[in-house]
Nanobody, 121 residues
Framework: QVQLVESGGGLVQPGGSLRLSCAASGSIFSASAMGWYRQAPGKQRELVASITSGGITNYADSVKGRFTISRDNAKNTVYLQMNSLKPEDTAVYYC???????????????WGQGTQVTVSS
């Protein structure tokens, strides 16, 4: 019913930048919170940043001042601009969206397939 498609990952040198995009499609009535999580090898998945439909943002302390989350509500798309990347930012990044499907009243969480971000010289 709902698909999240991510793009924009890749290999970048320390200090470089990447921009991730995630487009939600399907039978979407509304998408409230959207966000990005990441999971490094051997570690638990953690929240990187989130944004509400009203534009309220939340960031992990480790990325504050370096990453910026934004969204286009008309396109149900969320972006993550990542600057000053560090090797410790290396992980698989997952898009998440809390979506109410058309014809239902209870929102559910949906996940993208993940995109690899590798920061290395």
């Amino acid at each position: 019913q709902v698909q999240l498609v991510e793009s924009g990952g890749g290999l970048v040198q320390p200090g470089g930048s990447l921009r991730l995009s995630c487009a939600a499609s399907g039978s979407i009535f509304s998408a409230s919170a959207m966000g990005w999580y990441r999971q490094a090898p051997g570690k638990q998945r953690e929240l990187v940043a989130s944004i509400t439909s009203g534009g309220i943002t939340n960031y992990a302390d480790s990325v504050k001042g370096r990453f910026t989350i934004s969204r286009d509500n008309a396109k149900n798309t969320v972006y993550l601009q990542m600057n000053s990347l560090k090797p410790e930012d290396t992980a698989v990044y997952y898009c998440n969206a809390r979506v109410t499907v058309i014809g239902t009243i209870t929102p559910r969480n949906y996940w993208g397939q993940g995109t690899q971000v590798t920061v290395s010289s």
